[in-house]
């Protein structure tokens, strides 16, 4: 949300401004933001810049403004992700903009054995419950 | 601009607006912004050497002719321009790595020395928060002996810039460092430590097995001083050997007082708390100040803490949230200077004075880890504006006083500052450039929100200062008053043992050329 710049000898025109927005904000109960991140148990810090991922699933480009403050504007709902041992499959926000929001998060799950190797080889089932490398015998 | 090389292992990005924490460095272009490690860990590599030779032929690039300076990032805090980037930014976050030190490699002479408070070197990668730190260290019952006011911050801009706390006897953050590993050159790295050896020749091959650089072991006094705040200086700070000690527990007190209270101001001077009601001899001890609090209201707030053991199971502190929202700060910047001007001053002071005094409530602190009474930041990024002064602590009071009555005077005047005095202490240090120059030592720190008045009222304050004939210098990663003369005045020929070990560590210009940034070139030590 953008507030109007305020210029000398507005500033009453820039309170009422406030006001109504922040009057409004308080009606309707809007937080047009939401931020999900790590828990600080298990934060990190940031790696990079920042990416961003238009809406349609197209895929995520760099995003050409570095600017942390984007995380703590007005209207911001904060939510803390769950440690999933094998990163995040997806994320659900309930009702984004209300004050009932709720984020509903699917943990991802580990990387699978690799069906095919790179020289073709599938690994093959073994007594003992595990698997080798060792070729299927051609058909 | 040259062709970058090929840097299979890292995330080559050009930026349009790049902006610290604080926004007092905005919008910047970055051409280059390099992230090692965005992309994972190459298979079949391990981490330690995975981006070495990336790093390599950074620096190969960066080293070339003409040289092209290399601004590596902590986590952006610092609002001095020292972090101003030019055309090549590095984010180191990908070295993050935590190891202690090998008991075996410990010499005899560092043992018996730490064996009173049991220390325990660990080597840290310097792109690890101090989040990331605690929580590892928290988890063997460990604990940092001391950190700055939050644990956002990376290890190696930390101690770049002198990050202090108000440790009564430990000192800085540089203070508690006992090594460190710098990457000087392409393939050329050097461990650091005192000529009185905490380390085994081991470590230094340790590190060079690990990294794959040829690293040098290097045991001197003047070089180590150097390293200990290297302001970005000396080379890209791979990793730092802190010592961390058992876990423990801050417990304490907050008094609020009225502003000129006689106790409170005594306390500063003497730094015995008996007199506030403090049983024992605090290990931490802060003021607050709020220099817009009127007669009869709260506007001294002193704290002091003291250690115990850990009583319970160690956790980690839990999540914060932005105590105001960045845009609201900036709104309110741009607001309150024009009502500031007119009818409204006196009500502008009154406000602050009551923020101030809602946040500082008085009452005793009860016991918790280091990482929470020191944990994440609820300032929310933009639009923060600081300056912190460091004096003698014999000049304390005055300076203290002068900084307040300079404060109400600008208010007077319509300029009023939007935040209080935060007033900490250290010991002496034997970095060269750490602020703690003196046997006490006492940081004046002004943080505010930003307002059209911030520099107006910072100059204010520090012109008072030196009318009064006090000697102060400024924190290297804060707003600063200094120029290359005033730091010479402060710190002495420490500025050119400096100087020296620099040179001594990057003896080529071109080294010296990637090595450097706007406050180094601005103060004179570049």
Request: charged content about 15%; overall charge neutral; proline content about 7%.
């Amino acid at each position: 949300m953008r507030y109007p710049k305020c210029r000398v000898g507005h500033a009453a025109a820039c309170v009422r401004s406030l006001a109504c927005v922040t009057t409004l904000c308080m009606l309707v109960a809007c937080s047009s933001n939401v931020v999900l991140r790590r828990r600080p148990d298990i934060d990190t810090g940031p790696l990079g810049p920042f990416a961003r991922c238009a809406a349609g699933e197209r895929a995520c480009q760099d995003d050409p403004t570095y600017d942390g403050a984007r995380f703590s504007a007005s209207n911001t709902v904060y939510f803390s992700l769950p440690s999933c041992a094998y990163g995040i499959q997806a994320i659900l926000i309930q009702d984004a903009g209300s004050a009932d929001a709720v984020a509903i998060v699917r943990c991802a799950a580990p990387p699978a054995t690799p069906l095919m190797t790179t020289d073709g080889v599938l690994p093959t089932t073994e007594l003992g419950g595990g698997t080798s490398d060792a070729r299927l015998p051609p058909r | 601009m040259r062709t970058l090389p090929q840097l299979p292992n890292t995330q080559v990005t050009s930026l349009a607006h790049w902006s610290n924490f604080h926004h007092t460095v905005f919008q910047r272009p970055v051409p280059i912004y390099l992230t090692p490690g965005a992309f994972g860990v190459p298979a079949g590599s391990t981490r330690g050497a995975a981006f070495i030779p990336d790093l390599n032929a950074i620096l190969d690039y960066c080293m070339a002719d003409p040289p092209e300076r290399l601004c590596t990032i902590g986590s952006r805090w610092s609002l001095s321009n020292i972090l101003d980037p030019g055309s090549v930014l590095l984010d180191p976050g990908v070295w993050n790595e935590i190891a202690a030190v090998a008991p075996g490699w410990l010499t005899n002479e560092y043992k018996q020395a730490s064996a009173a408070r049991h220390g325990v070197p660990v080597v840290v990668q310097g792109g690890t928060t101090i989040r990331a730190l605690n929580q590892a260290l928290g988890a063997a019952q460990l604990a940092l002996q001391v950190s700055g006011a939050s644990d956002g911050h990376r290890i190696a801009g930390c101690i770049a810039t002198g990050t202090h706390g108000s440790h009564l006897r430990v000192g800085a953050v540089h203070d508690s460092v006992l090594g460190v590993y710098l990457v000087t050159g392409p393939n050329q790295a050097v461990l650091l430590q005192p000529s009185r050896r905490r380390f085994s020749p081991q470590l230094a091959q340790w590190f060079q097995d690990a990294t794959t650089l040829a690293t040098r072991d290097i045991a001197d006094d003047e070089l180590f001083a150097a390293a200990q705040v290297a302001l970005g200086g000396l080379g890209f700070v791979h990793s730092v050997i802190v010592e961390a000690v058992p876990l423990y527990e801050w417990y304490g007190q907050t008094l609020a007082r009225p502003l000129f209270d006689p106790a409170i101001w005594h306390a500063m001077e003497t730094l015995d708390t008996a007199g506030l009601g403090s049983m024992t001899s605090p290990e931490y001890f802060s003021l607050v100040f709020s220099p817009f609090a009127g007669a009869g209201e709260n506007g001294a707030f002193a704290s002091w803490l003291c250690k115990q053991p850990a009583s319970r199971p160690y956790a980690a502190p839990g999540p914060v949230r932005p105590r105001i929202a960045s845009d609201l700060t900036q709104l309110l910047s741009q607001l309150i200077p024009l009502v500031d001007h007119g009818l409204g001053a006196a009500v502008i002071g009154q406000v602050i004075a009551a923020q101030t005094a809602a946040q500082y409530r008085g009452g005793a602190v009860a016991p918790t880890f280091p990482d929470s009474t020191f944990g994440p930041t609820s300032l929310p990024e933009g639009n923060g504006r600081s300056v912190e002064l460091v004096v003698d602590h014999a000049d304390t009071r005055r300076a203290v006083q002068t900084t307040i009555a300079t404060l109400q005077r600008e208010g007077r005047a319509g300029r009023h500052l939007l935040g209080g005095v935060g007033v900490r202490f250290a010991p002496r240090t034997n970095a060269l450039l750490g602020m703690n120059i003196h046997a006490m030592n006492t940081y004046i720190e002004f943080p505010s929100l930003g307002s059209a008045d911030t520099s107006t009222i910072h100059r204010a304050v520090w012109q008072a200062l030196r009318a009064a004939g006090i000697a102060f210098t400024c924190h290297w990663g804060q707003e600063y008053g200094m120029d290359a003369s005033s730091v010479r005045a402060y710190f002495g020929d420490r500025v050119e043992r400096w100087r020296t070990a620099r040179a001594a560590l990057l003896p080529s210009t071109a080294a010296r050329a990637v090595f450097t940034n706007p406050l180094l070139e601005a103060l004179g030590l570049s």
